[in-house]
């Protein structure tokens, strides 16, 4: 019985939750079969510790699984790409005025899709999540386990990156900016 | 409000995070100010490009079937199922990694409580500087602040100046946290502002009824120490170092 109402009321909080999971997994993984595994693996985890799980809110709750799994991952798998970011070393000047970056300086859409993948992960997440997912502040420092002051510090630094690549080249200077 | 003010807030006018007070003042000065209105613009006109060019991806139906089957096969709680006679070596590695995922599970959706209110107590007092918001009973009158909580909350916070000593008490606000309201109590050391939280020991939030000695953490580059005492939880948070909120915090004890 208790099975049963168990796997039911998962099957109503958490599974329509699915298309969210996939989305995060994947523009943090940046790979299906990765996204894939990763979403299945944490659902079944949210599944084993629903009963963890008070609250309303099921999206949140799901994705916070999903991300940390997706961390999880991309430490096993792309090392590197997590090392903890230091987000003083990292200026935006420093690293995007390569000829490939300048290449993708277009408004279509591969080159925003481009510029997005290749946010630090932890910036990555912020932009998808608010801007893709619609998250809140408060709701994307309850996946990410950051506090809301964290949250706008990434988001701001994240846009402003963003707004670098993508600056077609004729553009003005670098007003409003900042660094 | 200056431009980098502005600045600081663009992202949240542009989420719709800033309160009407703060976001009239946006408004006001992108008006007049050129730089910061292109810096909005520049914001918006990223927002709608990501949203137009960058792809949500949606699960495949394949892995929303095989979720749905590995569910239905599934029979919760795993832990209690232990395998005896035939067939032990897999039923018994099955078992190893349920326990493996439920455990890693557990950190991934569950952090401790502790951490949990840490994290809470920590944006609670980024939110108030940043908002501008530290008090809503400006005074440094202990007289003033103790009895602006009745009626506000269900127990009376002690609000204790320490002026002569360094620390002048400079308001109290309500905030809330872990499902419950709390005192704000303002401290100013310095330049450094101090939040001290106070609510019931017990109860919805951490700490039991017994008195609990000092402890402290640093999270995010703040200097957190909690304990309770008659009833009281108390946590204070600041960009002070450690050996300065210790001060405060054996100040604070010692006359309280």
Known sequence: ??????????????????????????????????????????????????????????????????????????????????????????????????????????????????????????????????ELEGLSYKQIAAVAGIPIGTVMSRLARARSRLQQVLRPPAASPRTGVRT | MNCSDIADWLDACVDGELDSVHGVEVERHVQHCERCSSALQERRALRDALVAGAPVF??????RERIEASLRERRPPVGFRLPFGLGVGL??????????????????????????????????????????????????????????????????????????????????????????????????????????FVWPSGGGTAGGGADQPVREFVRDGYQLSAWSGAGLTFCVVSDLNREELREFVRLLQSQG
């Open chain 2, 91 to 196: 039923a018994a590695s099955l078992a190893v990694v349920a326990l493996l995922g439920w455990t890693l599970g557990r950190q991934a959706a569950a952090p401790a409580p502790d951490e949990v209110l840490i994290g809470e107590i920590v944006s609670a007092h980024v939110r108030s500087l940043m908002a501008d918001h530290l008090t809503d009973v400006p005074s440094s009158d202990r007289h003033v602040v103790r009895p602006w909580f009745n009626g506000k909350l269900d127990f009376s916070p002690p609000a204790v100046d320490l002026a002569a000593q360094g620390f002048a008490l400079v308001g109290g606000r309500l905030d809330y946290l872990q499902d419950r309201s709390v005192a704000a109590l303002v401290y100013r050391h310095g330049e450094h502002p101090l939040n001290l």
């Open chain 1, 1 to 130: 019985m208790r099975d049963e109402d168990s796997t039911r009321s998962f099957e109503r909080s958490v599974l329509p939750h699915l298309d969210a999971a996939y989305n995060l997994a994947r523009w943090l993984t940046r790979d299906d079969a990765a996204a894939q595994d990763v979403v299945q693996e944490s659902c079944l985890r949210a599944f084993q510790f629903q009963d963890g799980f008070r609250g309303d809110d099921g999206r949140a709750w799901l994705l916070a699984i999903v991300r940390n799994t997706c961390f999880t991952w991309m430490q096993q798998n792309r090392p590197g790409q997590t090392a903890s970011f230091d987000e003083e070393l990292h200026s935006p000047a420093s690293e995007l005025a390569s000829p490939q970056a300048a290449l993708q300086r277009s408004e279509d859409r591969e080159a925003v899709r481009r510029a997005v993948e290749e946010l630090p992960a932890e910036y990555r997440e912020a932009i998808v999540l608010r």
């Open chain 2, 58 to 63: 949606r699960a495949p139906a394949a892995l």
